[in-house]
């Protein structure tokens, strides 16, 4: 079974410049998260799927970051314009969305901004 | 709001030892999961053992096992026969229904 894929791995940007990330999750997983997590801390909950429908965003910061998950499958997270600040690791989960399902994350994606 | 604490930074053990990293948490709800998840250099969260709140039974996984106390609210990681890849950094996590609420984690030293 194929895990939970993102991409890029690893982004360095500048300052002010839009970034993008994507996940494909694993098949039949209706739900999908994107954490971010700072260096040094655990995960945060930016966004949570459940198919295509965003049902928790209230820690998205929503002047810079957006996100859209287009027929219930892959997601793409985006920032524009990006800030020093946002340099972090974003992580992409699954689930099968019943309470205590596990979910499973992909590797993440390392942004830099410059 | 659920928040979950983990109080050591930083563990070591030997390799062939036991280890017991701590994780308490705090809810008002009556159902819920607490998992651990293993991080290690490459990113990946791996999960190691989930315990349901209504279980009495401290779940157990290989080499991994957990002391759940539930009035305490308080859910420890025990890693047995300790092994070189066991290194990484740990989180605890719960759930009531909608995400992981995860703690700060604690990295986690094996030498030989």
């Known amino acids: 079974e194929a895990g939970v894929v993102q991409s890029p791995r690893y982004k360095i940007i500048e300052k002010k410049q839009p970034v993008a990330f994507w996940c494909n999750p694993i098949?039949?997983?209706?739900?999908l998260y994107w954490y971010l997590q700072n260096l040094g801390q655990g995960p945060e909950l930016l966004i949570r799927?459940?198919?295509?429908?965003?049902?928790?965003d209230s820690q998205l910061p929503k002047d810079r970051f957006s996100a859209e998950r287009l027929k219930g499958v892959d997601s793409t997270l985006k920032i524009q314009p990006a800030e020093l600040g946002d340099s972090a690791v974003y992580l992409c989960?699954?689930?099968?969305?019943?309470?205590?399902?596990?979910?499973?994350f992909g590797q993440g994606t390392r942004l830099t901004v410059v | 709001a659920q928040t979950v604490t983990q109080s050591q930074p930083e563990m070591s053990v030997q390799e062939a030892e036991t280890v017991t990293l701590s994780c308490t948490y705090d809810?008002?709800?009556?159902?819920?999961?607490l998992f651990w998840y293993k991080q290690p250099p490459s990113r990946q969260m791996i999960l190691v053992i989930r315990?349901?709140?209504?279980?009495?039974q401290n779940a157990t996984e290989n080499r991994f096992s957990v002391n759940f106390q539930k009035a305490a609210k308080s859910f420890s990681l025990k890693i047995s026969d300790s092994q070189l890849g066991d290194a990484a950094m740990y989180f605890c996590?719960?759930?009531?229904?909608?995400?992981?609420?995860f703690g700060k984690g604690t990295s986690l030293l094996v030498t030989p």
């Open positions: 799927y459940e198919n295509e429908e965003a049902v928790d």
């Open positions: 809810t008002s709800e009556s159902d819920y999961y």
């Open positions: 989960a699954s689930s099968l969305g019943f309470l205590g399902e596990k979910a499973f």
């Open positions: 098949s039949g997983h209706n739900t």
């Open positions: 996590a719960y759930n009531s229904g909608y995400a992981l609420n």
């Open positions: 315990q349901e709140a209504y279980k009495q």
